[in-house]
């Protein structure tokens, strides 16, 4: 096996899914604006730290050994808390939360792209261009499924880097031909802009999040737990998710102009919108052609790469759980009624993620929704690390493993409520915090009371690679 | 002990389809009259359009999926032994007429304000939802019938009505989501006009999916409900 290519396809996989219109162009931008461009370099660095605390536990036991043998995240956390015999009930609220997680993360990205179109539109409905490239986007899913998803995968962070290409050159042109500035830039003395509850919030958010994802655990499960191949595709992802910086970099020079733009979470398409007289005939046949095929391939990247992740884990982790089905021992028959089966959930999930548009249209913002999105998927965070660091340790006490992601999903709806009650940021800031703090302490009561194992580790690996 | 059932009359099948075709021929007939009449009288916007294009992917669902069940072999079986159980038949047949009454005055309405189509698409989801679930309780009354109630499960087109049912679920929140969203002006008409119709392709493209591989397998006869043993060796 060529384990170059492997590990490049491992790593444009990782940075093709992880740049997404919502998280990328329009949050970033919104960083940029808001705390400067140190803040995104800042959050650059929380989420590379991420990568990094991914990539070494990977390689840790029990990690390794599950992944050697395809476990899924939520197969994994099932067998550390769930009691043999039992409704694995750690194992479904784990999943459900992934489901409800990326259904909504999908449903944001659809959001960015009824913003986009609203912006950059050119007298289309958003609403169609969205429906059009969402229906495009889920029907190539349903029909070639993870195949289709990571094989496409090059050609458009292709067109990814083209688009952030054309980014950076529209901003640096802005830059030259703009007078003073009014705020400093790249300068030491803008640090003081990133506030620091913000910063801390950074780290909370953004460093679980890899451990926490099934995606990554699902590429990884794909490269058959080659733990020396799935570094090098992260550590070749690293320097790619650089071009992260491109739109806080707008963001941070529209405020530096003294930009006031109508909508802050938009401030990088109002920038693009104002350079429009500018760039003339160019820009209707030449550039806004070439980022808007940029910014479908970002949506694309990520919604079918999550899509796929979701309906596993429908279909693999709670499905199958609720029948219990021995996938290792279906017939022809019944494994081609679960792929029919499966495409259906694929379609319908995907269609009605289509649902928080709506929300999105009514009520909140796509910075509150990115933010309410992470912050429920690191309540997984505690689970996995936990288990790592403790596993000379019996831990299966499932109502209280059950009860500790409960907790940790109602504290971070708790404070997301709050926050859409009274609009005052800190609640924004605090609902990761309070969802990684509140589920790290159940889970570290249960481990505390938890009994030292009586067999030993090797021999439990070995028992779950049978 | 199995009761006897009664041998398959083509005379119920035959009056059920004529039934059937019958209305949906009249819904059409109301659909060209309202497009032509506004027409005419040049009522007629690009929204209008859009939902006349709805009522197209609804009928065109229709047809092919009441053609697509009338082979399966359950449905033949199914009308003759239910339509003389207790009220099942009765009440799928009124079910379905409130279906039609709907969709004609959807064909009636759709030339109006886009507030309207999407309310009086909401209803038709929500008898869609309640028609279907006449059919799954048909279905499982049938096997009552047969006295093999634990072989429904095996049965495709019981489980592919379990599908629509969700697929009508689904239908009632976006419906729900559009009207709110227009109540609050966060999107125009023409974004609703084509939310429901993005929305009702979609969703006859995966119901009209769950039936095609319901067909071929029950016409071989391997999930034949006579023989649902089959499937459990």
């Known amino acids: 096996m060529n384990k170059s290519l492997h590990a490049k396809l491992l790593g444009t996989s990782f940075v093709a899914s992880n740049i997404s219109v919502a998280t990328v162009v329009l949050a970033l931008g919104v960083v940029g604006y808001n705390f400067g461009f140190w803040g995104a370099v800042w959050i650059t660095i929380c989420w590379i730290l991420g990568i990094f605390l991914f990539a070494y536990l990977i390689g840790r036991e029990p990690i390794h050994g599950y992944l050697s043998v395809g476990h899924t ?13 039992r409704l694995p009930i750690v194992r479904l609220a784990a999943s459900a939360l992934t489901i409800f997680v990326f259904w909504a993360t999908i449903g944001i990205e659809f959001f960015a792209a009824v913003i ?5 539109g050119g007298g289309l409905s958003p609403m169609l261009m969205a429906l059009l490239i969402a ?22 962070l292709a067109l990814v880097t083209t688009g952030f290409v054309i980014l950076v050159a529209i901003a640096i042109w802005i830059q030259h031909k703009s007078t003073v500035a009014a705020e400093p830039l790249f300068s030491i003395s803008a640090v003081a802009r990133v506030p620091p509850e913000w910063a801390i919030a950074g780290i909370f958010t953004l460093v679980p999040v890899q451990l926490s994802g099934m995606d990554m655990w699902q590429r990884c499960v794909a490269a058959n737990g080659d733990v020396p191949a799935i570094r090098r595709g992260l550590l070749f992802a690293v ?22 733009p109508t909508n802050v979470n938009h401030v990088v398409l109002e920038v693009l919108e104002r350079i429009e007289p500018f760039i003339g005939s160019w820009w209707g046949w030449a550039v806004r052609p070439l980022l808007y095929a940029s910014l479908v391939a970002t949506m694309a990247s990520v919604i079918d790469t999550l899509l796929m992740s979701l309906i596993f884990t429908f279909m693999y982790d709670m499905y199958g759980c609720f029948k219990k089905i021995d996938f290792s021992k279906l017939t022809k028959p019944e494994e081609a009624k679960m792929v029919i089966r499966a495409k259906y959930w694929t379609g319908l999930l995907g269609l009605s993620s289509l649902c928080v548009v709506f929300a999105g249209l009514i009520k909140a913002t796509i910075y509150d929704l990115i933010v309410t999105s992470f912050a429920l998927q690191i309540i997984l965070f505690s689970p996995v690390l936990l288990a ?31 926050f859409l009650v009274t609009q005052d940021q800190r609640f924004l800031n605090g609902a990761p915090i309070a969802a990684i703090i509140v589920t790290f302490v159940i889970y570290l009561i249960l481990v505390l009371s938890s009994p030292k194992r009586q067999v030993n580790v ?4 070995n028992a779950a690679r049978t | 002990m199995q009761t006897t059932l009664p041998e398959p009359n083509p005379q119920t099948k035959a009056s059920f389809t004529v039934f059937v075709n019958l209305f949906l021929s009249l819904i059409i007939k109301k659909l060209l009259d309202t ?17 006349l294009l709805c009522l197209v992917v609804i009928l065109i669902q229709s047809f092919s999926l009441f053609l697509k069940v009338s082979i399966s072999p359950t449905y033949g079986d199914l009308l003759d032994v239910s339509i003389r159980r207790r009220f099942r038949v009765p009440t799928l047949f009124g079910a379905m007429i409130f279906v039609f009454i709907l969709l004609y005055l959807l064909a009636d309405f759709f030339s109006g304000s886009a507030m309207t189509f999407v309310i009086g698409s909401v209803i038709l989801a929500f008898s869609w939802l309640i028609f279907d679930f006449i059919c799954k309780a048909t279905i499982e009354d049938y096997y009552r019938a047969k006295n093999k109630p634990n072989d429904v499960k095996d049965d495709l087109l019981y489980e592919a009505v379990g599908l629509w049912m969700i697929c009508d679920l689904f239908l009632v929140v976006w419906c729900a989501l559009v009207i709110a969203s227009l109540h609050l002006a966060k999107i125009t008409e023409r974004d609703a006009a084509i939310a429901m119709l993005a929305a009702f392709s979609f969703l006859s493209y995966l119901v009209l ?25």
């Open chain 1, 73 to 85: 995240l939520h197969e994994f956390i099932g067998e550390q808390y769930d009691e043999p015999g």
């Open chain 1, 116 to 120: 986009v179109f609203m912006k950059l």
């Open chain 1, 135 to 156: 229906l495009a986007i889920i029907i190539y899913t349903m029909i070639g499924g993870y195949r289709a998803a990571t094989v496409s995968d090059w050609p458009r």
């Open chain 1, 239 to 260: 320097p790619l998710n650089l071009l992260w910086l491109v739109p806080a970099y707008v963001g941070a020079l529209a405020k530096t102009l003294n930009f006031q």
């Open chain 1, 388 to 418: 790592v660091f403790a596993r000379n340790r019996n831990l299966r006490k499932r109502r209280l493993a059950f009860a500790g992601l409960c907790a940790g999903f109602l504290a971070a709806v708790a404070a997301i409520v709050r």
């Open chain 1, 458 to 461: 090797t021999g439990a690996n």
């Open chain 2, 35 to 51: 497009a032509l009449i506004s027409y005419n009288t040049q009522k007629l916007r690009g929204m209008n359009i859009i939902f």
């Open chain 2, 209 to 233: 999916r769950s039936v095609k591989r319901t067909v071929p397998n029950t016409s071989q006869g391997s999930n034949s409900p006579n023989q649902p043993s089959d499937n459990n060796q």
